[in-house]
């Protein structure tokens, strides 16, 4: 099955867009290749996870600092790297 946001394709995109090439030309061959690709309208960020293109920076500017411990994982507030 594919995540939130994604649809199985037959024959998808062997560049599906993704956050880190926004807004830049890219150049692909074309062929076709099956797989789970984002919806028309997501993009893929960095985790794999298909959001909406102004979510892109949102996402890849923070990540959770988190702590282990043996019979714990806990995840503290959100913070800019």
């Known amino acids: 099955t594919c995540g939130a946001n994604a649809e199985y394709r037959e ?7 993704t956050c880190e090439d926004r807004g830049k030309k890219k150049i692909c ?3 076709c290749v099956s797989g789970c690709f984002c919806k028309k309208g997501f993009v893929k ?3 794999g996870v298909c959001v909406k293109p ?3 920076e949102q996402i890849e500017d ?3 600092q ?3 411990y043996p019979e714990y994982l806990i995840m503290f507030d959100i913070t800019k790297n």
């Open 54 to 56: 102004q979510e892109c």
């Open 45 to 47: 960020n960095n985790r």
């Open 29 to 31: 061959t074309l062929q």
């Open 66 to 68: 988190i702590d282990f």
């Open 11 to 17: 024959c998808g995109s062997a560049c599906p867009p």
């Open 62 to 64: 923070y990540t959770p």
